[in-house]
Every structure is written in C-alpha cells, then in structure tokens.
C-alpha cells in the first residue's frame, strides 16, 4: 500500500488551488518472494480531492487510519479513520476526522503500533525539541485517542524525525539530523517498555545523500523503502534483501598506564539484556566476539582492584568486518591503615552505603571495605562487627534477607583481601531498627539507613 502521483490505471488528478498533483492510494499483489505486481487504485470511497497522505491498517485489515487534508487550499494533514463496510466487494466508509486528547492535531505519517493499541505519529506540538518530532498516543476501548507522549531526546532532535514502524523489539523512522549521509536517513532504535534506546544509522547499504522514508520490513532482513535517490525529487518504491556478514570486535582491557589487565572476568550484554559472552580476558586482555552489525553492547567486569565511573559500551556503526575499542580502567588504591587508633571514628568513616532494593556493593563504595581491611591486616588482635541496616520501605522478614545479603557482600571482598571469616561477626537488622530514627523518613534518611556499619573490637 504506497501514495503515487505517476500515472496508473486510476487518472492523476490536479489541486485547482496548489496545482499540485494529487496522490492516489494504491494497492498491490506481493508474490511469495516478495516481488510487488503492478499497482491499481485501493478504493475510490477513499480518493477525494483532498489529498490523502501515510495510510495504516489493524491486524484484522478491517480499520484504517490515514492523514488527510481538509480543504483543498490547506496545507496541514490531520487523522482520519475508516472501516470496512463490506469485505467481498471491498467497499470503505467515508472518512472521518479522528480528534487526539478532543484535539484536531496537524501530523504526519501514522501508524499503528503491532498490537494496535497505540497509534505513532509525527508533528510540531508545543514542548517539542524542534521541527517534527515523533509522538505515540494511547487507542482507548472507546476508540478514542489519547494520552499522547513525546517519544522523548533519545529519538527526537532539533531537526526533524517522521515515519515510524515497529519490528519486534525496535522502531525504525526516519531523520534529517546532521551526521548521516544526507537528507531523511533510516534510522533504528530499541524498544524498552515505554524508552527508547541505542539509536543507530542502518548504514550507506539504505541510506543515500537523498532522502530515504518509510521503511517496512518484512522479514529480519528483507522489506521496502521509499526513497528519491534515482531523481531527487520523485519518490519510488525500493525493496531491500541486506543479509549482513557477522563482524569482529576485538576489544582489550589496559590500565591507566596502558598496560594490558589479563584474566579479568567479562560479560558482554547485548541491547535486549542477553549476556552474548562471559569469561575472562586473555593475558593480552583480549575480548573477542563475532556479531551482527548496527548493534550496541555493553560490557561488565567483575574486579575488586579495577573500577570505572563510565557506562562502558560500544556500537557498531558499519560492516567493516573488523572492530576494535580498547577499555581504560581505573585501579583502585590501598590506603594505609590509619596510625590513630581511633577505631569508632575510622569504622564511621568507611560505612558503605547501598542502593534501594540492592546489595551488590558499588564501585565508588568498594574502598571504604578496602579500608577495614588493611586496618584489621595491621592489627591482627581486631575482629570487625558488621551491621547491616535496611530503609523503612517494605516489610522486616524481606529486608533481615537484604541486610544478610549487603552483609555478605562486604564480607566476600574482606575474604579476597586476606581476613579471615572468624576474625568477622554479621549482625543483620533488617528494618526492625533504623540506623536513622525516623517515623515518615525522608529520601535523605532513607538512603543513610540502607548501609553497612563497621565496629571494630580487641579479640582477646
């Protein structure tokens, strides 16, 4: 189903007013390979002179949504609906106008999302980014639409992003943004619940110094575009059959000295959370893995002696069949034991605090261990007392497990760093008593309560 202005076996018609062509909604066979037959004239209920724009069906192919100008001197789109009246003889009703949040919106390119309970579109509303940005609204039971939201600065920009699709976890749509190869480029991005992540270029194989718009994929690696890179100006229909060759990426682990940092224990994450590789750098501190291009990864490390602030992650832009990025990590510094023995205060000043809900102990917190640490290596008489404290949220049983966990936690960096079990005592609180006395507790004392306590005592 495309828009046409050359001449078929339904005449072109003329705006008396713009003298521009008016488009008309075509339809065509697809053979079982794909190949497109020669278009004729979808329904003549739904050629008005009004100039009807992007069209989209339901699942059923029984409801459509389509842009339609309302006057022939307008130059906006807005959204109208039809439905099928009756299925043998392919008769529609007429279109009529569909209000957005009781709302006449002008837009561009609509498009039902794969389950049909929610339209996207594009437009100029106000507290956009600039120029069309991409918008997705709620089908209610009643029909109505509402609810919109702004697809957000993952996806819009200043510049201009219209026509978008879903495909299973991703959206593609186009864009003018600078840093493409010129035009409307293809773009893709992943779907996270409601966000939108990880936008790529789909590569020069597509996109052209042209415009490239409304790609609709087929299969994973077949589909059709429109695109005006034959003229200029013309838009045809282009079918794409891309089967991308799997790429290297070679990745190497260093210090800040540049030096390599072998056996480090990886995991390489790809964009949906599936863990593609997980073992250890080489003595190199080499990383290795063949994947398919225009992907992102993330990478995690497991180390108490390496640290970095930055999320670590790659994207391959192209399908060059080689990649290489090497990683820079930070290495955390012992500190020497304290020469007082004010053994409260230096306990207070390593507390370790843990984010909500969490137990893993974070990297910029992992020092303050480090530190109880050498203190009980320099005085072997010292055992350590740790606490563990939970926030008021949740009910005791859940959070006496949490604490018990957070506990166990600093205690699997103590043990790696030379202190022995015995030489340790867990006393979890769960939330039964609060670190910080409070009845409605503030954020501020909430995240003071979720922590680790040190007391260290003579063992003798």
Request: charge should be negative; charged fraction near 30%; proline fraction near 4%.
């Amino acid at each position: 189903m495309w828009l046409r202005t050359k001449a078929t076996r339904a005449k072109v018609r003329t705006n008396k007013i713009t003298k521009e062509k008016i488009p008309n909604i075509l339809c065509t066979e697809v053979s079982t390979d794909y190949d497109l037959k020669y278009p004729t004239l979808f329904s003549y209920i739904l050629r008005s002179d009004l100039n009807e724009g992007v069209i989209t069906f339901n699942k059923e192919n029984n409801v459509a949504y389509l842009s339609r100008k309302k006057d022939l001197a307008s130059e906006d789109f807005f959204l109208y609906k039809t439905e099928l009246i009756d299925e043998i003889k392919g008769i529609w009703s007429d279109p009529e106008e569909v209000l957005i949040d009781n709302k006449s919106i002008a837009l561009s390119t609509p498009r039902l999302s794969q389950d049909n309970k929610k339209l996207y579109f594009a437009a100029e509303l106000p507290g956009g980014y600039g120029g069309y940005d991409l918008y997705i609204a709620d089908i209610n039971e009643d029909k109505s639409i509402g609810n919109v939201k702004n697809l957000g600065p993952e996806i819009n920009t200043q510049y201009n992003e219209i026509s978008v699709v879903e495909e299973g976890q991703f959206i593609y749509f186009s864009s003018d943004m600078p840093g493409g190869f010129g035009g409307y480029d293809i773009y893709r991005a992943s779907q996270r619940g409601d966000s939108y992540k990880y936008k790529i270029n789909i590569g020069k194989k597509i996109n052209t110094p042209n415009n490239e718009i409304n790609l609709v994929p087929i299969t994973k690696s077949e589909g059709y575009f429109t695109s005006n890179k034959n003229t200029g100006e013309i838009f045809d229909v282009f079918r794409y059959n891309i089967n991308f060759n799997d790429v290297m990426v070679e990745t190497k682990f260093v210090d800040k000295k540049s030096e390599s940092i072998g056996n480090l224990p990886v995991q390489i994450i790809n964009e949906d959370g599936e863990v593609l590789f997980e073992g250890n750098t080489d003595e190199n501190g080499m990383v290795s893995i063949s994947l398919l291009p225009f992907t992102e990864i993330n990478y995690d490390f497991d180390s108490d002696k390496y640290f970095s602030n930055e999320r670590l992650f790659y994207t391959i832009k192209d399908d060059n069949p080689k990649h290489y990025k090497t990683i820079e990590l930070d290495q955390y510094q012992l500190e020497p034991a304290a020469e007082k023995l004010d053994f409260i205060k230096i306990a207070a000043d390593n507390t370790v605090y843990f984010a909500f809900d969490k137990f893993s102990v974070k990297p910029n917190e992992i020092q303050n261990v480090l530190n109880i640490a050498n203190l009980l290596k320099e005085y072997p008489d010292m055992d350590v007392v740790i606490s563990g404290y939970a926030d008021a949220a949740g009910p005791h049983s859940y959070n006496y497990k949490l604490t018990e966990r957070r506990i166990n936690a600093v205690i699997t960096i103590l043990k790696q760093n030379g202190i022995e079990e015995r030489r340790i005592i867990k006393d979890p609180k769960g939330n039964a008593t609060l670190f910080i006395q409070c009845t409605k507790c503030t954020r501020e004392q909430n995240a003071l309560n979720r922590s680790v306590r040190f007391k260290v005592e003579d063992n003798k």
